[in-house]
């Protein structure tokens, strides 16, 4: 007798899956949507190429800004560079005051070797050294300083001659006291203009006294 093949019935809820079916209608619709987004990206790239995209940068305006920054730095700076010369050619000790506040030791130093090295007028011992003296005996002259140091000496009467007086110095060796250099000023041939020239150095606050030659 033939044996009756018994099928094992399939468990509940076990669902047969349905295969894939790729039909030429859906062939065409994916290959459509893959051809349009490639055409896209093509379209966007030649749109940034040619500067049509969204975010657009002006060369020509920038350059333009840029030059005219430039120029505004040039401006200043040559601003800046005649206040420094002005400021030098009305200042000509400038330089000695910068060397102070770099190195103030040294630049003193330096200072009074400068001044040390210019000879001074000749002084000597027992003569007496004057001027050359106008024409005519009995000359009058107004004595404002008698200083020991030569250098104040000097001082006094390149700060005199800047005021417009005809100051001099003349050195006088003092018995039992040294050498005294004495600031005089003018030659006057009487005691009124003298006088006159006197009266103006004591608005100085000078001490004035008409002495002979």
Same mark, same amino acid.
């Given at each position: 007798?033939a044996k009756?093949?018994?099928?094992k019935?399939k468990?509940?809820g ?11 209608k ?8 893959a051809?349009? /987004? ?6 966007l790239?030649?749109l940034v190429g ?10 020509p ?11 505004e730095?040039l ?8 206040v420094?010369?002005d400021t030098?050619?009305?200042n000509p ?10 190195k103030?030791?040294?630049a003193?130093?330096?200072?009074a070797?400068?001044?040390?090295t210019?000879?001074g ?5 027992a003569?007496?050294v004057?001027?050359?003296k ?7 002259t107004?004595?404002?300083a008698?200083l020991?140091?030569?250098?104040? /000496? ?8 800047r005021k417009g ?11 039992g006291k ?9 030659h006057f041939?009487?005691?009124?203009? /003298?006088?006159?020239v /006197?009266?103006?150095?004591k608005?100085h606050k ?6 002979r030659e």
């Open positions: 007798m009756k093949v018994t099928k019935p468990p509940a076990q669902k047969k899956r349905a295969p894939i079916q790729l039909t030429r859906k062939l065409f619709l994916w290959l459509g949507l051809f349009l /987004a490639m055409g896209w990206m093509f379209a790239g030649i040619r500067g049509l995209s969204p975010v657009r940068f002006d060369v305006k920038l350059q333009k800004e840029l030059m005219a920054l430039k120029q730095a401006k200043r700076e040559q601003v800046r560079l005649k420094e010369t030098l050619s009305e000790d400038l330089d000695f005051y910068k060397i102070l506040t770099d103030k030791e040294e003193r130093l330096k200072f070797k400068t001044h040390e210019t000879p007028p000749a002084v000597k011992s003569k007496v004057k001027p050359k106008l024409a005519g005996p009995g000359l009058l107004i004595q404002v008698s020991k140091n030569a250098k104040k /000496a000097r001082q006094e009467v390149a700060r005199l001659k007086y005809e100051a001099y110095e003349i050195t006088v060796n003092v018995p040294g050498t005294y250099h004495r600031v005089r000023v003018g041939a009487d005691s009124s203009e /003298a006088g006159r /006197a009266a103006r150095l608005q000078l001490e004035t006294i008409i002495v």
